[in-house]
């Protein structure tokens, strides 16, 4: 990480540190589907992440979690409740890099959006290349890349959005098992050199474990909170580990009552 | 460069057959030659008349060329204003569909009135007819963009204009050149239209004018030898903008981005 960045973000934290954090309060949101019916995704959820904190958020598919993170980046609005939260950036679940940009371009976009100049915005994240092991890919278009550099370079354009807060949106789902764990332990390291508040979606308890603070496990549709479990165990952990293994099993066990009480 | 060539055979031979079923229809006395004059005549008379058909070309091919970058612009701008605003679309859009309807021999001697005998009455003829496909493709692809890559942008910070210019404008270039493909094919018989629905003066009016000429005069065969001359820039103008294509927008020739 370059120490121009570094310590431009630490400005960014210091200013939002009483802001950085999220919190939602009795969230309920409701949509219509094809047929005008109203259906809901989520139901009186309330979570908290503090500033710095990593989040994680799992439960069966279409337990509202996408809803539940476009509510924390003011893409909708809840029905009920209130989301209370920082400047947040969506890392959505398809990589979603725009297919005219190089990788270059395509990480720099946040700061072209921010309103540098071309040559600044490439430089900025040219220089954050190598570290994630994309030297020699600035050129290649998104097609030309591998899902895993794909997904890093996606990851590159949001956290040099330097928004306070990051939401994942299953950013390691699409990946084969090998580039899953390599991408896993990179994203940890990221995340240590340059702090946010990270709310991590994901349907892998296992991944929630190794990489969160704290998990939160959602019902199926509507959404609500079964279990927070929180993780204090020291980095880097593995899979293997029996504290992980343990927490897992609780986690599942949640999971699993929760398909019970409905 | 085989493999090129390869490419162009079947082409050639459809081309060659169709022009050899043409001569065999008219040297069997099937039709009076005035009717339809025979390719070997055609091409005759093309090589004796080449000075004339290359300065008549040239300044039809100038007509076709202004014309429909004129009206890729404004076709454009159009169409990205109507996307912008719904007030504009419903105002616009009944206007644009009708106005491919107007009979362009009806207002050619209004363009000449306002405008003269230069080249004005005919651009406009030709921005008329060849504006309507790119205002249509160009309103088709900026609203084809994939709604969460606007989503994206708009967590990443971006303003209305920016999402437009980072997201919507590069996603609706391959729609736009579809549109501009159309626009050319159809510029060159609007060239065709304007050249002989307003009138004009000087030594040569564009092989529009001389093919109507022609038919007047009975002298058949040149008229199709402006006629094959027209058909091929056509076909010439087709190819040159679907290499363009590639420079334009290089990623829609390959698989889309997102999927793996």
């Known amino acids: 990480m370059s120490t121009q960045l570094k310590s431009r973000d630490r400005a960014t934290h210091e200013s939002d540190s009483t802001r950085g954090g999220v919190a939602l309060q009795g969230v309920s949101r409701a949509y219509r589907d094809r047929g005008g019916a109203s259906v809901a995704a989520l139901s009186g959820v309330s979570l908290r992440a503090t500033h710095g904190e990593l989040l994680a958020v799992v439960g069966p598919s279409g337990c509202g979690k996408t809803t539940l993170l476009e509510l924390i980046c003011g893409l909708q609005r809840p029905d009920e409740g209130t989301v209370a939260c920082g400047p947040a950036v969506l890392m959505p679940q398809r990589d979603l890099l725009l297919p005219w940009l190089s990788a270059l371009d395509n990480a720099a976009l946040a700061l072209r959006i921010a309103g540098r100049s071309r040559r600044e915005a490439r430089a900025d994240a040219g220089a954050l290349f190598a570290e994630l092991g994309l030297d020699g890919f600035q050129r290649a278009r998104p097609h030309e890349l591998s899902g895993g550099m794909r997904q890093r370079v996606a990851f590159l354009r949001t956290l040099l959005s330097r928004k306070p807060v990051l939401c994942l949106d299953e950013p390691l789902s699409a990946l084969d098992a090998i580039t899953r764990e390599e991408l896993r332990d990179w994203l940890c390291g990221a995340l240590v050199r340059e702090p946010r508040t990270v709310v991590l979606v994901t349907h892998d308890v296992e991944e929630a474990i190794v990489l969160a603070d704290r998990v939160a496990v959602l019902s199926a549709r509507p959404g609500r909170v079964l279990a927070e479990i929180a993780v204090d165990l020291p980095r880097p952990r593995t899979p293997t580990a029996p504290a992980v293994i343990a927490l897992r099993q609780r986690a599942l066990h949640g999971l699993r009552e929760g398909a019970h009480q409905l | ?260």
């Open chain 2, 1 to 260: 460069m085989t493999r090129r060539l390869l490419h162009a055979l079947p082409a050639a031979a459809l081309a060659l057959a169709l022009v050899g079923a043409w001569e065999g229809y008219v040297d069997l006395g099937l039709v009076n030659p005035i009717v339809l004059p025979a390719p070997h005549e055609i091409a005759s008379v093309a090589w004796s008349n080449a000075g004339l058909l290359a300065a008549n070309l040239e300044l039809t091919a100038q007509e076709v060329g202004l014309g429909v970058l004129l009206a890729l612009l404004f076709g454009f701008v159009l169409g990205v204003l109507i996307h912008l605003s719904p007030a504009l679309r419903r105002a616009v859009y009944p206007l644009a569909v009708g106005s491919q309807a107007v009979p362009i021999a009806l207002i050619g001697v209004l363009l000449v009135f306002w405008w003269g005998f230069g080249v004005l009455p005919k651009l406009f003829v030709i921005v008329l007819i060849c504006f309507f496909p790119v205002v249509v493709t160009t309103v088709d692809g900026l609203s084809a963009v994939d709604p969460d890559q606007l989503k994206l942008l708009r967590t990443l910070g971006a303003s209305r204009w920016q999402a437009l210019r980072f997201g919507e404008l590069p996603a609706a270039v391959p729609a736009a050149l579809s549109g501009a493909r159309i626009a050319l094919a159809v510029g060159v018989i609007g060239a065709y239209i304007a050249e002989t629905s307003t009138a004009t003066s000087g030594p040569y009016a564009g092989l529009g004018h001389q093919i109507n000429a022609d038919i007047n005069g009975l002298q058949t065969p040149r008229a199709y030898a402006a006629a094959a001359v027209l058909f091929l820039f056509a076909i010439a103008c087709f190819y040159t903008l679907a290499l363009a294509e590639r420079v334009l927008a290089p990623w829609a020739h390959r698989p889309r981005g997102e999927s793996r």
